[in-house]
């Protein structure tokens, strides 16, 4: 018996077990651990405040920094009240071909195309609206569609999905509202589960989603799209204050889907924090494109490969 025992510890030492090898899904979570490496450095070295929300819409897994921090929206406020518009529609509300006609005292600053229509005589369909709103950011076309819709009703379409830090609390250009502190706000938690429960149907229906997103994927001038490549669909709307900048929304990577909402704020430089939204949005990128396009074991097989 003692012999057999030696022998047994003989071959232990002679051959040992190879080391287990790490799993698809543990050398996929090195790539998160870069990415959030990635973000984090970009953090520190921002002259400013940063929160980040990046979440992959097929596995749930998700980063977070500073999510729950209370940001200025700016223009990014306007995806809550496109939400607000299809929610109303999809009830009979209202019909996205409703016309309305151009009135003066509607028109503000930042009203890219608005300001170019004739007062009194210009009539355009609430989706128009919808489209000059996400596409050029035009403010004048969001205060109408925001005085149509209701503001407590978008608020309360907030509250219905648990995201009670997202409030609008007045129309765009509003200066002497924002000087009272009545500023439209949110976190990048709360924005990504807004954008989540869209993408997901949790609230409207596929035909109205559809659109949705086909509106919110018009956006000009974005930075979460900056510094990716071409071809790349995103829906995102960017925003833009003093010493505020922002960006949220879906970037559709091949196979693989996220949100990602980067907030800045307490700028020294606008342009910095521009520039870190790009960032973020890229290194996200790269993480997603390679997930989506690679094998569990991240062998990726292009199209005419001949590599054995």
Known sequence: MKHFLCMLLLAAYVFPQAPKSASPKEKQQVLWQKLESTIHQIDDNLDGVMGVAVLDLTTG???LLHPDE?????SSIKITVLAELYRQTQE???KLTDVYTVQQ???VPDSYIMGGLTPGITSITLRDLATMM?????NSAANVLIER???DNVNALMDSLGLTHTRLRRKMMDLKAAEEGRENISTPREMMLLLEALYKGEVLNPAMTDDFFKVLSNAKNNQIPRELPDG??????????EGVRNDCGIVYAQHRPFVICVMTTYLSRERDGEDAIRKVALGAYRMFDRLGRGSEYGRVISPGSTRK
């Open 61 to 63: 897994q998700k980063f």
């Open 70 to 74: 209370i940001f200025p929206q700016a």
């Open 92 to 94: 009979g509300k209202l």
């Open 105 to 107: 005292s509607d028109l």
């Open 134 to 138: 996400i596409a050029v950011s035009d």
């Open 149 to 151: 819709l209701g503001m």
């Open 232 to 241: 790349v669909r995103v829906a995102s709307k960017s925003g833009e204050l």
